[in-house]
């Protein structure tokens, strides 16, 4: 067992092992709701485009968290008002809007006299969480949970049935709302391990599995959150033995449990997850019969 | 009791949808709500319900709750048939209390009533068009509301989940329940106890023998309307493609 515990032998390693374990708990149901609302291209759109803030960040020499939030609330400014322009379209606006901000981020990056942490910021640093960027991601983590509990039956119903939902209770649009402001916060939660390119894979992947795999909602959540904290482990053993990046380590085990259970779900016809996926895609069409009856 | 008077709805800024809507039905009645596909028959529901807001005119409704059209719901969501019925306790129950015993004694007593005590646990996107119609209408029986509004519950359901459905109907009308049904079959709407006919506005409001004449049928469906000979039975076409 030696291989499993010499990777976590020193006081670095525990804590990026900590860290991994929080993201996960914290990041798997969020994308199990990422995955359900059709999120995944807003959740990688904020990750990319919080760059200038996370490169002020280090300017500034602050933790990157707090990069991060200003980044964020930014990105989620612009993207918000090009998404509004309805000439061009959300997806257009938002690309744009996007683009426009990881380019800023760049060339502030790039600058000469900037501090050489364009790499952390990119790919995050796992061995390098401090005390402080625990607690930081601990209390995140511990208010994405808080809010997935709190929301968890008004998103489930603006999920599965959003036209009914006000009726019942809910509230689409703003159950949209706090998915989104959740991913908001699982970035945050995840920036400082995985940095802004790799942490949409912790985001999106490990809740994508998990539908593949679990048939009711609650385990689905679950099985999310296991996914994610093992490939967070198994990425952070890989990391040790085969020294590779630790974040990028952990985001190719995320994406890679994703891709064994596609092949399990579509080797087993998706008995494993709610509906196969043949038949997901397979969208419901309304089959009317012509009316020729007399009686 | 719901009354609907000189009702007339738009989405937006648009031109009306429906407009000259007025009726009121008693309590422990069923209405047949008939007209031609974007007649107004899906926005005069969401007008009942409050969806959007009226150019002219009042509603008076109690309580409703909604059967929609099961083919709008997310069939690759992990929900089983139990789960979905569920639902209709949500609005009572705040969101740190777990769902009341009683409320799941309710859902299962309201799978049992439209015959799927079996697929309870049944995953929602792999039952048919018909059960997953009859999933919805357990779920507003679990909301227990007065009002009851169905948007075409018979639309792409197999004739026995259809006769069930009506027979279900019936009896949630003989509980005192009211009842809102849009539908497609002219013949189906002879069996109920009142007719709303609407085409942009109301065409005739009453019994099915008033309200469904030669006449207003013409007005109702216009050219998707055939006669057929050796009698006044009338026939709307579908056109619908969803």
Redesign the interface.
Known sequence: MSWLTDPFATGLQQRALLEVLLLGAACGPLGVWIA?FRQAYAAESMAHAMLPGLVLASFAGVPLVAGAAGGVLLAAGLVGVAGRDERIGADTGVAIAVTGLFGAGTVLALASDAPARLQEVLFGDLLGAGDGDLVAAAGLAALIAAGL??????L??A???S??A?????DPGRAALVVLVLIALGTLVAVQGLGNLLVVALLVAPGAAA?QL????V??LLVAAGLACAAGVAGLVASYHLDLAAGASVAGCAVALYAVSTIRSSATGGSG???S?S??SR????????????? | MLRVAGLSAAYGDGPPVITGVDFTAEAGRIVALIGPNGGGKSTLLRAV?G?IALRTGVVEAPR???V?????????????AY??AL??A????P??RPIAHGDRVAATGALERVGLADRANA?F??LS?GQRQRVMIA?ALV?DAPLLLLDEPF??VDARSGARIESLLLALRDEGRTILVAT??V?QARRFDRVLCIHGRQIAYGPPADALTAETLQQTYGGELIM?PGGA?A????H?A?
Do not use: C
């Not at chain 1, 969208?283 to 009686?295: C, D, E, G, L």
């Not at chain 2, 929609?68 to 089983?80: A, E, G, I, N, T």
């Open positions: 359900s509990l709190a929301f968890h039956r008004r489930a119903l999920a599965f049935d036209a009914s006000r009726g019942l209770g809910g539908l679990a048939r009711r909602l385990a689905a997850g709610a509906v996926r038949k997901a969208w419901p069409i309304s089959s009317k019969p012509v009316r020729t009856r007399s009686r | 319900r969806e409703a709750a909604s929609p059209q099961s083919d709008r719901s997310r069939l690759d969501f992990p929900v089983s789960d979905v639902m209709g949500y609005e009572r129950t969101w740190y995953l996107g792999t068009g779920r909301q639309a792409g497609h079959d013949n057929l039975q026939v709307a076409v579908d619908h969803h």
